[in-house]
């Protein structure tokens, strides 16, 4: 089976799943789309996550699995606003962050505040489908958010590269429901859906890998990876190693 045509649900995916997805860019996917639109949809991204503690959830769900190690290396990819970032070195001051994305836009508003000034922190711009590091350069590596962005055969290459450069890769995004509940929420989102956060959280939600395509994908990237899925509030982790 052709990884590039999987859906999004998987490939057991049922008839109304299977339409229940989207190739439509979000926003941030767009580069004809005015950057004020676009700071609009990540500072809405980072005051949600403020409200809701999402990063300071997200960062202690992270931690414990570098609890044995002193200063542990975290590489966080598709950083966006950094505020992870920001929440990991709070819980953990001994740690190292490099903080990436791969928009330069990102990459430089991150780089001019805080986390830019913070002596634990290296800012760069990162494909995180292509990582510029060697195999095991970090001890865990972080993608929240983001992993709905890329078709499945950059996708694969995330859990293929976040696991090279850093044994085990976390990824935090959006839990898939069953074809019926989506598409009440998806009804639900419709009449927000001219304010750009919606727009985009309508196509992310559409975007959403199942546990099964996530399974699909790894096997894909590479057989020794395996995944293990578990929820954080709203949304789900997947924890990507190497074995
Ligand atoms: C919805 S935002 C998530 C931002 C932040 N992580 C959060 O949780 O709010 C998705 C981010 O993924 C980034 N992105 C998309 N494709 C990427 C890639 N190939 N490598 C690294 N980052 C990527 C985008 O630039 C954007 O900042």
Redesign the pocket.
């Known amino acids: 089976m052709d990884i590039a045509t999987m859906p999004r649900a998987g490939f057991d995916a049922s008839w109304l799943d299977r339409r229940l997805q989207t190739d439509r860019p979000?926003y941030?996917?767009r580069d004809d789309v005015n950057e004020r639109v676009k700071r609009q949809?990540?500072w809405s991204?980072?005051w949600?996550?403020r409200l809701l503690r999402?990063?300071e959830h997200?960062a202690a769900r992270a931690l414990p699995l570098v609890a044995d190690i002193d200063a542990p290396r975290i590489l966080?990819?598709?950083?966006?606003?950094g505020?992870?970032s920001r929440a990991v070195l709070k819980l953990r001051p001994t740690a190292h962050v490099t903080v990436?994305?791969?928009?330069p836009v990102?990459v430089a508003d991150i780089a001019a505040g805080e986390l830019g000034r913070d002596p634990r922190a290296t800012v760069r711009r990162?494909?995180?489908?292509?990582i510029d590091a060697a195999d095991g350069s970090y001890d865990l590596a972080l993608?929240?958010?983001?992993f709905?962005?890329?078709p499945p055969a950059?996708a694969a290459r995330?859990l293929a590269e976040g696991t090279r450069v850093a044994g085990t890769l976390l990824i935090?995004d959006l839990y898939r429901p069953s074809a019926v509940v989506h598409l009440v929420r998806l009804a639900s989102m419709l009449p927000f859906v001219l304010l750009p956060f919606a727009h985009?959280g309508l196509i992310?939600s559409l975007r959403a890998y199942s546990p099964s395509a996530f399974r699909a994908l790894a096997a894909h990237a590479d057989p020794a990876i395996t995944v293990e899925f578990s929820r954080l509030g709203r949304n789900q982790i997947v924890l990507a190693r190497r074995t």
Request: with cysteine.
């Open positions: 979000e941030l996917d949809v990540i991204l980072d949600m996550g999402d990063h997200l966080e990819l598709g950083a966006g606003h505020a992870l990436s994305d791969i928009d990102s990162i494909d995180a489908t292509e993608f929240a958010l983001s709905h962005h890329l950059q995330v935090c985009d992310s």
